[in-house]
């Protein structure tokens, strides 16, 4: 018999090769990471605002600040897979990506569906986040807390957190059992303004008897 002759470093060599390549760019992919995370929950609070400014509802809010969301982690990602030099993998993922969409769309795939109801269910004026509804196929009661590209999550009564695919949500009869009325953008800056004179005025009357109290 003969005996298996195994080279170990020939194996060994490209592991200890890659890893010698990866390890100095570490920290930069480390601080890429947490600047990417940052910019991105920026630019998710700054398209919440903005669509706030213009009026959007909540809910509608929530699915697009998701939706820019999700993207946006899917650039860093790619980035990051850039910054360690693997660029193969880097095209391999965005083909596959490519490829797997168009199957997912093609096919009507749950997270495609999930999605497009959520942009629906949105801009829905009869569902909107504070309504206290029934929904889904176990005709769920409780309260829209939130929404965002994929689920609706809903508490009920004995403060479970319901959580529901938005297709489902968006293809069976939901009823409403009492809206949300949101108050009006205008009536927090009218009160936040109307502390702050009040606080300003008890302020100003604080100097002016300290100021009577000293002239005695």
């Given at each position: 018999m003969?005996?298996?002759d195994?080279?170990y470093?020939?194996?060994?060599?490209?592991?200890?090769d890659g890893l010698?390549?990866?390890?100095?760019?570490i920290?930069?992919?480390?601080l890429?990471i947490?600047?990417?995370v940052i910019?991105?929950?920026l630019a998710a609070?700054?398209?919440r605002i903005?669509?706030?400014?213009?009026?959007?509802?909540?809910s509608?809010?929530q699915v697009?600040?998701?939706?820019?969301s999700?993207?946006?982690?899917?650039?860093l990602?790619?980035f990051v897979?850039?910054?360690?030099?693997?660029g193969g993998i880097v095209?391999?993922?965005?083909?596959?990506?490519?490829?797997?969409g168009?199957?997912m769309?093609?096919?009507?795939?749950t997270?495609v569906?999930d999605?497009?109801?959520g942009l629906?269910?949105?801009?829905h004026?009869?569902?909107?986040?504070g309504d206290?509804?029934?929904?889904g196929?176990?005709?769920?009661?409780?309260?829209i807390?939130?929404?965002d590209?994929r689920r609706v999550?809903?508490?009920?009564?004995?403060?479970n957190l319901?959580?529901?695919?938005?297709s489902?949500?968006?293809?069976k009869?939901w009823?409403?059992l009492?809206r949300h009325?949101?108050?009006?953008?205008g009536v927090?800056?009218?009160g936040?303004?109307?502390?702050l004179?009040s606080?300003?005025?008890?302020k100003?009357?604080?100097?002016i008897?300290?100021?009577?109290?000293?002239?005695?």
């Amino acid at each position: 018999m003969h005996s298996l002759d195994i080279n170990y470093n020939s194996l060994l060599n490209p592991i200890v090769d890659g890893l010698n390549n990866l390890l100095p760019k570490i920290p930069a992919v480390i601080l890429q990471i947490v600047i990417g995370v940052i910019l991105i929950k920026l630019a998710a609070r700054l398209v919440r605002i903005f669509l706030s400014l213009v009026g959007m509802p909540k809910s509608f809010r929530q699915v697009i600040s998701s939706v820019v969301s999700g993207a946006l982690y899917a650039v860093l990602f790619i980035f990051v897979l850039q910054t360690l030099g693997l660029g193969g993998i880097v095209t391999f993922f965005t083909g596959s990506v490519l490829a797997i969409g168009l199957v997912m769309a093609a096919g009507g795939s749950t997270l495609v569906s999930d999605i497009i109801a959520g942009l629906f269910l949105s801009t829905h004026p009869d569902f909107n986040v504070g309504d206290e509804v029934i929904v889904g196929e176990l005709l769920t009661e409780g309260v829209i807390i939130s929404m965002d590209s994929r689920r609706v999550r809903v508490r009920d009564k004995k403060g479970n957190l319901h959580v529901l695919p938005n297709s489902i949500v968006e293809r069976k009869e939901w009823v409403v059992l009492h809206r949300h009325i949101p108050k009006p953008s205008g009536v927090d800056v009218i009160g936040g303004a109307k502390k702050l004179t009040s606080a300003a005025a008890r302020k100003a009357t604080e100097v002016i008897d300290k100021a009577n109290k000293g002239d005695k």
